[in-house]
Each structure stands twice: as C-alpha cells, then as structure tokens.
C-alpha cells in the first residue's frame, strides 16, 4: 500500500490493513511507518518529494482532529441529557405556565393565569364553559395593551372546562387559548428517547417544551 492510498482511507473513511474504519489515529501511525519505509528504500538518483509526505500528514491529521471533536461533542450532548433530566425532576411539586384550551378538576378549585396579547384590545374577556357548552364563567378584563394580562377565576366545582379568550377590537375579535397556572405532579422520562413528559394537574401528560414558564412552588 502507498502512502497516498492510507491517507485517502483516512480521509474517506475506509478500512486498511484490518485497520477499524474510523480509526484516524491507527492509520496516521501507518502512514507515518509506510513513509518511513519508503524514505529508507528510495531510489537516490531520483529522491522522493517531501512535500508530498507532509500534505498528506496535515491531511491525516485533521481527519483525527474531526474524529476527536465528534467524540467531544457526543460527550457534551449526553452530559447536557443528564442535566436536563435532573432539573427536570425537581420540578414535581412546582407550578408552570401552560396554554389551556379544557381542563379537568377532581375538586373545587380557583384559577389563575395570564393572557399573552400580541396587540392591544378594546375589550378582553376570558370565558369558561362546561363539558355541555354552557356559559359557567365570564371574567371581564377591559380595554388592554399588548403583553401578558393576569387574571384569577372564582372557583369552579369539579368537573371538565373548556377555556377561550376573546379579544375584541371594533367589530373584529380573536380567540386566544389563557395560559393557566398548575401543578407538575410527576416527570417521566421516555425509555425510547424523545422529550421529557410532565405530568399536570388536570392536564395530563405534556412535553417539557410545551411550558410557557416555570413559577416555582405551588401557592
């Protein structure tokens, strides 16, 4: 085997001499043994070039500097797994932030949250409806600017809620999901990889990614 021949494996990733594929460092030190050899068996009339070796070394050589640098980087992203995997359980017990469209309450509870306004409202109203579509609530906000609005709702018995902001403007009103405040009660972390789940209170199961914001403890 040439010297160019082990410096084109290193590059393109190949297997020589049962030489592991991705072993860059294996096959640097082959070249460097092949470029030795050849240097004491070369014709004196007609010297080899220099030159030649030393491209073909600085090209072995980044190829082991990128295989070194991919295994640094799988490295960082399974440490930031672990991290992300821990904070995550200790947020059992803590309030977040989520988008709510319906809700499920075991018990008589009393609400609170936020709307997020991108523009402002002549009129802001968040409605709660039951499981049949009937009007249970209606909290009147007023005349609002952009940006985040809290409300709190009086309480509602048990039962499954369906929730929608509408933001009116003259003649023209939008629908917005409220963004409510609960409970994480249990974090599971997926045994085929994926996102971390939390599970909320009268919520269900949500991705970590789904939460606005995270509030500390539970009032």
């Known amino acids: 085997m040439s010297v160019s021949q082990v410096s084109?494996?290193?590059?393109?990733?190949?297997?020589?001499?049962?030489?592991?594929?991705?072993?860059?460092?294996?096959?640097?030190?082959?070249?460097?043994?092949?470029?030795?050899?050849?240097?004491?068996?070369?014709?004196?009339?007609?010297?080899?070039?220099?030159?030649?070796?030393?491209?073909?070394?600085?090209?072995?050589?980044?190829?082991?500097?990128?295989q070194n640098l991919g295994s640094l980087q799988t490295q960082?992203?399974?440490l930031m797994d672990t991290l992300q995997v821990l904070q995550s359980t200790q947020l059992v017990g803590k309030q977040v932030s989520v988008p709510v469209q319906s809700l499920s309450l075991d018990q008589a509870e009393s609400l609170t949250g936020k709307v997020r306004l991108d523009q402002s409202a002549e009129d802001l109203r968040v409605r709660v409806t039951d499981a049949a579509g009937n009007l249970v609530q209606e909290k009147a906000l007023g005349p609002q600017q952009a940006g985040d609005i809290p409300f709190s709702l009086d309480e509602l018995p048990a039962g499954l809620y369906q929730f929608e902001v509408v933001a009116k403007n003259g003649d023209a009103s939008q629908s917005l999901s409220p963004f409510l405040n609960r409970t994480v009660?249990?974090?599971?972390?997926?045994?085929?990889?994926?996102d971390i789940q939390l599970q909320v209170a009268g919520l269900g199961n949500l991705s970590l990614f789904s939460v606005s914001e995270f509030l500390g403890e539970a009032a």
Do not use: H, R
């Not at 294996?26 to 030649?52: S, W, Y």
């Not at 009660?185 to 994926?194: D, Q």
């Open 8 to 66: 084109n494996n290193a590059a393109t990733g190949g297997a020589s001499g049962g030489i592991a594929a991705n072993d860059a460092g294996a096959m640097k030190d082959e070249f460097l043994q092949l470029m030795v050899a050849q240097i004491n068996n070369q014709d004196p009339l007609n010297p080899l070039d220099g030159t030649q070796y030393l491209s073909q070394l600085a090209q072995l050589s980044t190829v082991e500097g990128i």
């Open 76 to 78: 960082g992203n399974t």
């Open 185 to 194: 009660e249990k974090v599971s972390i997926p045994a085929n990889g994926g």
